[in-house]
């Protein structure tokens, strides 16, 4: 059923106080009365997890997680209530029993599944929440299995339905999720109304929108009673169709469409219904359609337009906790959107995000690719295995029945290219997992939502490249030059660009760089492979800056981190260049991932405490609606591609100027150009030159004469619209004459920059404040201002040093308070 947020006489109370926990030896107590004398309780939050009440306790670290899935954890809390009510336990974590006063009123085997439970209650009741050790569990699960992941650490797992956080070796801390994860309510039912369950579909037709809605009712009111639904503000009649079912359908003209929001605007509108008197909140939703273009490539087309989905995967706000509100959500969510991120992938290893995660992707325009939880294995393929997993995806496709943000379902992670990998003949990629009992389930509940079997998957070899979704790793993992990146026809990538990101200076506090174990443990590697993604990123750091890592590190260990920190970004940003171009095919990337899971320097492109990293400043760049890339064109020199995802066309100036020693302007050139609405324009530099300039030194006439090429798109006022920098080679340190001036305006503190010579890389270190934008590079004789903005509430007064990686030393600057 859709959600039902509120109904006339429907009372919710929400268990999230007065719980305590303790541990035991597995099945020391087969009941609560086992435990009567047991001393050890300490507070527990619920929503949460037994890690999170232990750290809360000082029992339990991140630095040093002791595994769980040894013990026995029992919750329990006392009831006040009276009366009939319905328990609702939305997530326990992961074989768990229910008593109430002594009585098992409730066994579940999935982390995923929700429960409600009819309850009498007296007033003065216990609750008891028992979660099981999976330990022994997983030791007493056998199958048959075709072939055997090395990433996840218990095979076991294949046959139980937890999160995969926790068991992955090698990029995953070993945090394990017990307890009770999603909120535990009592709801109690006066009114005359009780909704069973609510189906509404949102749709468009032409310029209409349409909300169609069945309600299963119970109904204590006379009979007959009058019933609507109202969208938009819309209303319609709801009809009668038996006693405990009302349908109708609501249409509303030309409304506003919901869009991402790098193309429009994510319009929402409320949709209520009623009957008698009773009113049905049903939050929510948006007019919008999506679709897969045709052909065995992948492409996403959204109320008939192409959009270049790019983002990130997302992996939790926080791997001990693993949170589901609004308030855990929104800061990350926020960073995604001020990134230019329009798509975030929750995939198959991770666990299924609450429906506040959908509320705000809804809000903030961001699509969601939704994995199911299911990864890597080779699945059971029994009845009772698949009808749970059904049940599984119906409750989530329930939750977000009303989504617009939902726009690709996908049966799972890995799975066919562990097959294919592993050699396995493709008879055996296949599952009836992802083939039947998962699309089934979407087509039934959200027909509007594009499947894919496995992400990767399609083409010749699940992961091949230039068909279906990829793994695109060509860049990056597998160490090919950046040109691979147009070579490899990418059609969709939905995961890619893996590095180990290096945070910035504040971070490295509790986890010394480089050599320290710490560091080394927490960087990402795949099992069994004799390098990590450290070396990875090394190899790159060789490759764009010409310096030799391993001396680098001994000889100026602070320019190896500052240089580390702004390849990945480098890389990212020359590969989305090539994939949003002007004549690209390739309709979308996802960076692999979004946020770290521990600190470090992890996958994530945001640190574990919610800084972005230099990364995240490069795909702010890469992802702008509007703006201009370059790219090197061989022989046929620079282009120029301007890009505009918005409604409306944008007149600009795009300006092009070559310079040597980062100062001296040796060829510069310029057009007035009118981008169109949802369009693109190629150009080719040296077509806007006066004379024959080798901006690419491809003809090699001598000694280059330049050594980076700034094109700047402006308004015609002059405003600036974005920039972007070609540089022919490593750029030497010198004296640039960057200057800092640290201003106050009416939101705060803001950061004039200005510099003589081109200055590369630009990033401001400050303990007390972070710059919205860093990393970047700033041309000869421009103006720059970077707002400030506060790490933490003690932050009054900016007081650091701006960098940049030509330079010879810092620029200091602070403020006046």
Known sequence: MARVLSVTGRTTVALDAGWELTLTAPGAAAAPAELEGARDWIPAPVPGTAAQALRDAGRWSLDDPKPLHGHDVWYRTRLTAEGERTLVLHGLATLAEVWLNGERILTSDSMFVA?????????????????RALAPALQGRRGRARWRPRMIEHQALRGIRTTLLGHMPGWCPPVHAVGPWRPIELVAETGPLRVRAADLRSTVCDRDGTVALTLSVDWRGASGAPAWVEAAGVRAPLAWTDPHTLTGTVTVPDPDLWWPHTHGTPALHAVRAGVGEAVVDLGRTGFRTIAREPGSRFALRVNGERVFCRGACWSTADIVSLPGSRAAYGPWLSLAVEAGMNML??????????????????ELGLLVWQDFMFANFDYPADEAFLGAARQEAAQLLDRVQASPSLAVLCGGSEAMQQAAMLGLPCSAWSQPLFDAALPEEGARLRPDVPYVPNSPSGGALPFIANDGVTHYYGVGAY??????????????????????????????????AVHDPRWKQRVPRDIGAPWDFEDVREHYLRRLYGVD????????????????RAVTGDVMEAVFAEWRRAGSTTAGGLVFLFQDLWPGAGWGVVDASGTPKAAWHALKRAFRPVTVLLTDEGVNGLAAHLLNETAEPVPAVLSVTCLRDGEVPVARGRAEVTIPARGALALAVPALLDAFFDATYAYRFGPPAHDATVAALTAPDGAPIADAVHFLRPSERTDLDLTAEAVRDGDGWLLRLRSRRLARGVHVEDDGFRAADGWFHLPPGTERTVRLLPRHDRA??????????????????????
């Open 479 to 512: 160490m090919r030059p950046l040109e691979d990146a147009r070579r490899a026809d990418v059609s969709f990538a939905s995961e890619c660009l893996a590095f180990a990101n290096v945070p910035d200076a504040p971070m490295l506090a509790g986890v010394p």
């Open 345 to 362: 992938r929750v995939g198959g290893t991770m666990a299924y995000e609450s429906p506040a995660f959908f509320e705000l992707c809804d």
């Open 796 to 817: 009054t007064v900016p007081d650091g040093e701006v960098h940049a990686l030509n330079g010879r030393g810092p620029v200091r600057f602070k403020g006046v308070a």
């Open 115 to 131: 429960h409600a439970v009819p309850v009498r209650l007296s007033g003065n009741d216990e609750l008891c929440l028992a979660f």
């Open 549 to 564: 890592p391993l001396t680098l590190r001994y000889e100026d260990p602070d320019r190896y981190l500052r240089l580390s």
